[in-house]
Structures are given as C-alpha cells and as structure tokens.
C-alpha cells in the first residue's frame, strides 16, 4: 500500500526560510497580507513555490499585523466571509500573473482556531471559499468543525495535524500562552510526526492517546528552527517508505 503524506508550511511572512522550506515540503500556505506579507512577498514566494512544483495555499487572517493574527477578534459571518475572500482575491491575482493557481486554503492563526471550535466562523469561511472556488481544499485541524462545515457545503478537505504543536486530550492544539505548548526539539517533533502518521494517535500534555486523522501535516515557518525540523522530518518519512505529496 502506497502511503503519503503532504508536508505544508506556514510562509510569506518575512522569516527569511522560504527558499530552504520550499525545497522540503509539497505544499506552501502564503500570508495574503492581513496578518504579515504583502504584495511584493507574496509574489516572491507564489514564484518560487511554483519553480518547486510546491501547491501553493492561500493563508488568510483577521486583520491584526501587531499582533501576528494571533488576536481573538469579533467579526460577523457576512464580514468573515468577506475578509477572506479580499485576501484569496489578492493572491489569486498573482498566481494567475504568474500562470499558476491555488490549490487549497488554510486559515492563519485565531481565524484558524476560531474555525476548529466555532460553527458559525467555520461555515463563514467554508462559504467564501466554495463561492470564491469549489475546486480549492480546505485545509484544517483534524477532526475539528473547520473539516465539518467545509464537507457539509461540498469542499474538499485536508485534515492537518502539527509537528510543531503539542496537544491537549480533546484533540484541540495547547494553547499557545501554555507552557509546552510548542514543540522546541527536532526529534520531540519526528516522534509525535511518526506516531500521528502512522498509528493515527498523539499523545496529549496530559499522557492520553488521542485518535487523530493526518492528511497533511504542518510546520510553522515563522520558527527559528523550521528548516531543522522540516529537514529531519522529511528524511523519517522517506526513510519509512512514505511519500510526500501535496492533499488531493
């Protein structure tokens, strides 16, 4: 039985690690200038994924640049629905300059999070994505209401675990003002990579093993360490025999 696995990394956000990340990983989430990047950035990373055969992914945040879109912010569904689409609008015009095109979305940040928890957000993002364009994937936490409310309208989706990120029990990411709730070493990262890949569970912060379902698997790029990480990772997974192909 063939396995793969699809390895995306958060980008387009002026770290620097672009161009070494987007020689390991099969799919690119691109900063579409609410919470980091701008036009400029964007078309520099579009260019490049596209020179890499890398899938290249819309990343839309709530506006929030001070604080990395990592803000709880308050939006109505007509105004997320808008906000995302101005942002999948942006970068769609440069791929389609650059004779390229979107593959999936993945939300940035507490837009992210919000989406996983919050029916109300996760169908209004759902919505602007199918009306914007049925053909694109929807990448989001695995089992959450993000992968829900975008099956429910239709989507495709990609259900995403972390490297980067530890777990709590009920399948939620720790959150990040909790201590632990980042992954500092390599090998902490290929461990839980390998246990979520191919026995389909983590291990929480608080020692259960949770069932999880990892179709593509994520590495933040804003990380000091994101290239080591994406390095190790990828050189464990073909050592298993598993390919690394961008969600379908």
Same mark, same amino acid.
């Given at each position: 039985?063939?396995?793969? #696995? ?23 989430? #691109? ?18 994924? *596209?020179?890499?055969?890398? %899938? ?21 569904? &007509? ?11 942006? #970068? ?22 919000? @989406? %996983? ?9 759902? *919505? ?19 992968? %829900? !409310? ?17 777990? &709590? @029990? ?18 902490? %990262? ?8 191919? *026995? ?8 259960? !093993? ?31 025999? #598993? ?6």
């Amino acid at each position: 039985m063939d396995r793969t #696995i699809d390895l995306n990394c958060d980008m387009g956000e002026s770290y620097g690690n672009d161009a070494e990340l987007l020689k390991l990983i099969s799919s690119a989430n #691109i900063a579409c200038g609410y919470h980091a990047g701008d036009a400029e950035t964007m078309r520099r990373t579009v260019e490049t994924a *596209k020179e890499n055969d890398i %899938a290249i992914g819309a990343h839309p945040s709530y506006p929030d640049r001070a604080n990395f879109g990592r803000r709880s912010m308050t939006f109505s569904p &007509e105004e997320i629905v808008h906000l995302v689409t101005e942002q999948l609008t942006a #970068i769609d015009m440069i791929c389609r300059d650059l004779g390229t095109k979107l593959h999936h979305v993945k939300p940035h940040g507490e837009l992210y999070n919000g @989406s %996983a928890k919050d029916s109300g957000i996760a169908a209004a993002i759902a *919505k602007a994505v199918i009306n914007f364009d049925a053909d694109l994937v929807l990448y989001g936490l695995s089992g959450s209401l993000s992968i %829900a !409310e975008a099956r429910f309208v239709g989507l495709r989706t990609a259900s995403e675990v972390f490297a980067d990120r530890t777990y &709590e @029990s009920d399948g939620n990411l720790t959150p990040r003002t909790i201590s632990g709730s980042v992954i500092e070493r390599a090998e902490d %990262a290929v461990r839980q990579v390998m246990s979520m890949v191919q *026995k389909g569970v983590v291990i929480s912060t608080s020692n259960d !093993e949770v069932p999880i379902l990892a179709e593509t698997l994520c590495i933040h790029g804003d990380r000091p360490n994101a290239v080591t990480f994406a390095e190790a990772i990828r050189q464990r997974l073909v050592e298993e025999g #598993i390919s690394i192909k961008a969600a379908i």
